[in-house]
């Protein structure tokens, strides 16, 4: 168990719908990321928050958003679902953004959410 | 932008024997981090492994080592004594530091096998 939960572990939903991908990230972390990894992308990076705010984004598609609440949990949330979405999606969290203590800003991986798109 | 080149789709090793995966990288960024994390079957991102830039010594843990040629941007990964939990897909991995530091740029992973 890496401590950062991810849920659901796998979902099955149909085009056009929508769907939220829950995080929480290990304790302490303020920092929370979230990956896709698919088939044909492979592994990107979406998006990244600290402490409640957006830091940077990735290859984040307009349909896809997240935010991160005061408890520090992340959401992904996912609409207008197409049959190029399914895929793997990774949250990892550290302990702080940047890498100023970086033996200890290590990214830790949940163990994803699986997503499937009929 | 920056790229990560796993060059080995696929390499294969007996069981107690060395093997070396390779990974090239391209930036222009002079703080920077490179990583090597395992996928096993579980689909679970493990890290192995973690060099900063501005380090010349080469980093290892237990049976796993890297190789870091800063100049030739090469970064390759040495598995001494291979083990058969050591096959996993393993992937190649990048962050600028900084305000930058955990966007991960990721190669396309090298699916590894541990014959007996």
């Known amino acids: 168990d890496s401590g950062v939960t991810q849920t659901p572990k796998h979902l099955i939903t149909a085009t056009g719908q929508r769907v939220t991908l829950r995080c929480s990230p290990r304790?302490?972390?303020?920092?929370v990321y979230w990956y896709q990894q698919s088939l044909d992308q492979g592994l990107q990076f979406l998006i990244q928050?600290?402490?409640?705010?957006?830091?940077a984004k990735g290859n984040i598609l307009e349909r896809f958003s997240a935010q991160q609440f005061p408890d520090l949990h992340s959401e992904l949330n996912l609409s207008s679902l197409e049959l190029g979405d399914s895929a793997l999606y990774f949250c990892?969290?550290?302990?702080?953004?940047?890498?100023?203590?970086?033996?200890?800003?290590?990214?830790?991986f949940g163990a994803g959410s699986r997503l499937t798109v009929l | 932008a920056q790229t990560v080149t796993q060059s080995q789709p696929e390499m294969s090793v007996q069981e107690a024997e060395t093997v070396t995966l390779s990974c090239t990288y391209d930036?222009?960024?002079?703080?920077?981090?490179l990583f090597w994390y395992k996928q096993p079957p579980s689909r679970q991102m493990i890290l192995v492994i973690r060099?900063?830039?501005?380090?010349?010594q080469n980093a290892t843990e237990n049976r796993f080592s890297v190789n870091f040629q800063k100049a030739a941007k090469s970064f390759s990964l040495k598995i001494s004594d291979s083990q058969l939990g050591d096959a996993a897909m393993y992937f190649c991995?990048?962050?600028?530091?900084?305000?930058?530091?955990?966007?991960?740029?990721f190669g396309q992973g090298t699916i590894l096998t541990v014959h007996p």
């Open positions: 990892a969290s550290s302990l702080r953004t940047g890498a100023f203590f970086s033996g200890a800003n290590v990214l830790t």
């Open positions: 304790s302490g972390d303020l920092s």
């Open positions: 928050y600290y402490n409640g705010e957006e830091r």
């Open positions: 930036t222009s960024e002079s703080d920077y981090y």
């Open positions: 060099q900063e830039a501005y380090k010349q």
């Open positions: 991995a990048y962050s600028a530091g900084g305000t930058s530091y955990g966007k991960l740029t």
